[in-house]
């Protein structure tokens, strides 16, 4: 995968094991990202299930809040350890 670079054509942050608790995601990739951005996509492979309302940290920014693409929070098991999800930022929160 691509770095998330600002502007960059693709704005995908590589992937990174998740070392947060479920419903408290984080995530480090390398290179670090200094700052979230409109249209940036992270991949994120949990290390927990979630069991409701979701947040990410990046890069040891601010929590984002995951939501659904509707807006709505994220239901129980949205987030399986099976699975691998891209989240879209969109310039406030994260949606799967």
Request: charged fraction near 5%.
């Amino acid at each position: 995968m691509t770095p998330y670079l600002g502007a960059a054509a693709l704005g995908l942050v590589n992937y990174a094991a998740d070392t947060g608790a479920a419903n408290a995601y984080a995530v480090a990739p390398s290179p670090a990202i200094a700052a979230y951005g409109a249209g940036q996509m992270i991949v994120l492979k949990p290390a927990h299930a979630n069991t409701g309302a979701s947040t990410i940290t990046v890069s040891g920014l601010s929590a984002a809040a995951i939501k659904m693409p509707d807006g709505s929070a994220l239901p129980a098991g949205a987030l399986a350890t099976t699975g691998a999800f891209l989240l879209f930022y969109d310039g406030r929160t994260l949606s799967c």
